[in-house]
Structures are given as C-alpha cells and as structure tokens.
C-alpha cells in the first residue's frame, strides 16, 4: 500500500518544526510520504495530537508554531506520538523586546468603511442589545436582585416591551467578608461597568445595607450619579433600609418599570463599525484550535481594527511562554512592559498558594492534543491577529484605546468575560475544540468550533464551523471574513447560539481577589 501523501492527513505549520499535527485519526503503521521520505507512525495519533517528525534527544526543545513548546522527556524517533509522557515543561528564557515587530495593518481603501445598526446611548456609547439590569452589590442581596428580574419574563412582558432584550439579574458571591482595598475596588469596577455598559438601557441597584460593598460608595466613587443629558437615572436601594424583602421587591419592581418605556423607546441606527469592542476568548480548546478557528479569529479582529474599533485579548495565564511574541508588537515599551508586569505578578500570584501556571491545560485540553501551557499559548495568542498590541488593560477596567489590547484575566472562561464585558466589550467571540457551551449577558457571544466533528455534533450551541480549514475546503482567510459577518450580523441584533437556548443570566462571574473574612 503506497505512502499517504503528508498534506492529506497532517500540518506542519512552520518549516523547522519538530512536530506535526494530525487532521484526523491516525493508526500506528500508517505511512506518510514526507518529500522523498517515508514516516512510519509508531503509535496511534488522534485527531489534532502531535507526532515527531524528527528524532529528538533527551532534553531538546521541541518546537511547534516555530516556537518552544516544551522539552523531550528521553529520546524520541519520528513517528512517535509527542504528548503528556514525552513532552516536559520547563521554564526557558524569553526575549521580552519592545516594539520590535510592530507592523501597522493596511489602512482601509477609501468608501469601503462599513455600518451595522446599533442603540446609540448618552455620550456616545453604541449598545448591541437592548437591557435593563438589576445589579446586586453582595450576595446577600443576589435572591432579591432574581426575584425582581423574574418579574419580567413570559409572552405579557415580550408584548409590551419588544424592543428590550430582557431584564437581567447580575450576581454574585461576594461583597462582604473581604478586605475593603484592592478586592472590593476590583467588584466595584466590575459592577461600574456593568451600570456603564453600552448594552444596558437603565438599571437598579440592590444593597443589604452593612456589607463592605457599600452602594452610596459604589456609586460615588464611579460617579454613576453623573448622567449624562438623556441618561436615565438609576434606582438605588438597601434591603434594610427598605424595610425587608418583600417591600424591596416591590419598590425595585416599580423602578423597574419605570426605566422600561424609555428602554423600549431605543431604536436601532446605523453606526460605524468603530463603536464595536469584540472580547476575544478561547475555551475547551484542543490541538486543532491554534490552527483553525483561533487565527481566523485573528483574521476578524484585525479587520475590525482595521475600522477603527478595539480587539480586547484576555486570559493571562493563557499566554503565559507567549507573551514576549506580544511585547515585540507593543506601540511603546510602556504598553509591553506593563503586559510583562502582569505576567510577573501572575508568577508570583501561583507561588504564594503553592501552584504552577504550567498545571494549565485542563484534563479537556489534554485529551484534545494539548500538551504544555506554552503550546495552548501560542494558539491562543493567534486569536489577536498581526495588529500592533495598542492597550494593556486591568481586569474590567474601561476599554478606550481603538486595536488590539489586552485585559488581565484568569483563564477560567466566565471570570475572563465578565472582566471583558464590565470593560466594555460589546460583541464577543469565543472559540473551542472541545464544546464550550457558554454565553453571557449583556453581551452577544459568537461560539466558533475548531472541528467539523464538534460543529455537527454540537450544531445547536455552535454559530460557525471553523473545521473546514483542517478539512481543506476552507482557507484561514476565508473563515476568518465569515466570522467577521457574523460579528457584524450579530452586533446587528441576530441572535447567536447561545441566544436562541437562553444562556447568559448565571455567567456573570467576577474575578475575587483575597482572603474571606
């Protein structure tokens, strides 16, 4: 039986790789024509795992995406699987060089600038949908905060409302019981940007009243009693002060209704596609996600940019091997070396609760071809595109800088969008190999699939099928320009995936820092 041509059932995606990736499942014995050479697999590969394309002595860097990716644990020979028990972490030098690689993308051709029909908020904030929010400040109040949101479900609210996407109840876990510095200022910023969100009409705001998340502080502090002309000033209100549960439902649902006929008054109109901020997340990925959806994810993002709007890159233990590819692409050596500083402190953070950044990936991750923390990086890092990184943002502080930035999160997936959407993200992308099924509200989130398999299998929660780029029918470019229709599509008022099953009221997931009290 002759030799399977390489490019049939396998990438090898920069030329001095040791590695290559299998389209699909490969038995032991297969035989793969490598120019006038013959590789013979010694071991089954499954779709999107490695093999060694080389033989690899002990100790020597393994390379994939022209990168390091980890270190041979013993002597390995072409043909064999490359993976968990033959491929070490090990921490290696980088180069952090500032601005070495800034390459500005190509301006847009003249008359070819782009629309999408958006609500139009005071001071100039453009929302893709239409929300009305009930913030809880501490999970003491989080029941309360439901039960008044609850009041406005079922066809008699649809009915009335049409041009308003829901009342929503964010909550949480936290709000008291922390220390009353840097953790509680972090859930207030994250709470600020929920108020502040473009895709939130109006809102209320719910306190128990003796919590260390005070609402008067809150909203003074962020000055959210500063309205701008047109603004609809919120409602804020204590459980104690109001006299118990059942009279703050009712005092909060009159608020409620109170903000609703100006939220339904709201019209879509066109706005440029500079008032977009996509949030940029991967999650459930595997070994195809570096090479299918995540850099035609990076094709989308940089034609946004190109627009003029902001690509916001997150998960910071998710670039962790990578981050030196980003300084060199940094607009000043102040951008980069403050992405570096977040990667020391991300270090530190994992040494004083006695962890390492490499236990990443997850047990998901691994079975789908995933190795080392520095090969999940260097895919995740192509959902950024080439654009020159323009912004390093603190979790869900405001995103203002048009292109590509980057916000510190943790990689856990709802902790990294809520940080995204409380910065300002109003559209969002999220990528996987393995079937992440998430969602969240205020913000529209697009699912990607990495695979044709998963995008069959999973074609209710899926919005795009980025598999056909392993498949050959596609090209990364191609897939990448899909995806930027269904973010113009979406930002538009089409319902994603998540939408359609009613994802996205238990997501809201802020990042909690420090010691329960």
């Not at 930035?405 to 996987?432: E, H, I, K, R, W």
């Amino acid at each position: 039986m002759p030799a399977v041509p390489f490019a049939e059932v396998a990438l090898r995606l920069r030329p001095d790789d040791d590695v290559a990736v299998a389209k699909s499942p490969l038995k032991a014995g297969c035989e793969i024509a490598d120019g006038p050479q013959v590789l013979c697999l010694n071991q089954d590969i499954g779709r999107g795992h490695k093999f060694a394309v080389r033989p690899l002595a002990d100790g020597s860097i393994i390379r994939k995406y022209g990168q390091t990716i980890g270190f041979a644990r013993g002597a390995i020979r072409p043909g064999d699987h490359v993976h968990l028990h033959n491929l070490a972490v090990r921490d290696f030098a980088r180069d952090y060089e500032f601005g070495t690689n800034v390459r500005p993308l190509p301006p847009l051709p003249a008359g070819s600038e782009r629309t999408f029909p958006g609500f139009l908020r005071p001071g100039g904030r453009v929302g893709t949908r239409n929300y009305v929010a009930v913030i809880s400040s501490v999970n003491c109040s989080a029941s309360v905060s439901k039960y008044v949101a609850e009041r406005f479900r079922g066809p008699d609210f649809a009915r009335n409302f049409p041009g308003v996407d829901g009342v929503v109840a964010f909550t949480h876990k936290s709000g008291c019981a922390m220390p009353d510095d840097e953790p509680t200022r972090l859930l207030q910023r994250v709470l600020a940007g929920i108020a502040r969100h473009p895709n939130i009409a109006g809102y209320v705001l719910i306190g128990l009243g003796c919590e260390v998340n005070q609402t008067e502080r809150l909203v003074k502090d962020f000055h959210l009693d500063r309205l701008q002309p047109g603004e609809q000033a919120p409602a804020v209100m204590n459980i104690q002060t109001q006299g118990g549960i059942a009279k703050t439902i009712t005092a909060a649902v009159a608020a409620v209704e109170k903000l609703l006929p100006a939220a339904a008054a709201q019209r879509r109109q066109p706005m440029p596609l500079s008032k977009l901020t996509l949030g940029l997340n991967c999650g459930g990925s595997d070994g195809a996600s570096g090479i299918t959806a995540n850099p035609a994810l990076g094709v989308a993002s940089d034609e946004l940019v190109r627009h003029g709007a902001a690509s916001v890159l997150a998960e910071t233990p998710e670039i962790y091997g990578a981050e030196h590819l980003l300084t060199r692409r940094a607009l000043s050596r102040e951008i980069g070396e403050k992405l570096v500083a977040q990667i020391r402190w991300w270090e530190a953070h994992a040494r004083l609760h006695g962890a390492s950044i490499d236990n990443n990936p997850s047990v998901g991750n691994k079975a789908g071809g995933l190795t080392t923390i520095y090969e999940k990086s260097l895919g995740a890092l192509a959902k950024g595109g080439q654009a020159p990184l323009a912004a390093v943002y603190q979790y869900a502080e405001a995103i203002t800088t048009p292109g590509l930035g980057f916000m510190d999160t943790p990689g856990f997936d709802p902790v990294s969008m809520t940080g995204l959407v409380c910065g300002g993200a109003n559209v969002g992308v999220f990528t996987t190999g393995r079937g992440s099924v998430y969602g969240c509200k205020p913000m529209p989130c697009i699912k990607v699939a990495t695979n044709t398999t998963l995008y069959d299998w999973m074609r209710d929660d899926m919005d795009i099928n980025a598999g056909t780029i392993l498949d050959g029918t596609e090209t990364v470019d191609q897939v990448g320009h899909r995806i930027l229709e269904e973010i113009i599509a979406v930002a538009g008022g089409k319902r994603t995936k998540s939408e359609l099953q009613g994802i996205g009221d238990e997501e809201f997931a802020p990042w909690l820092l420090g010691p329960v009290f």
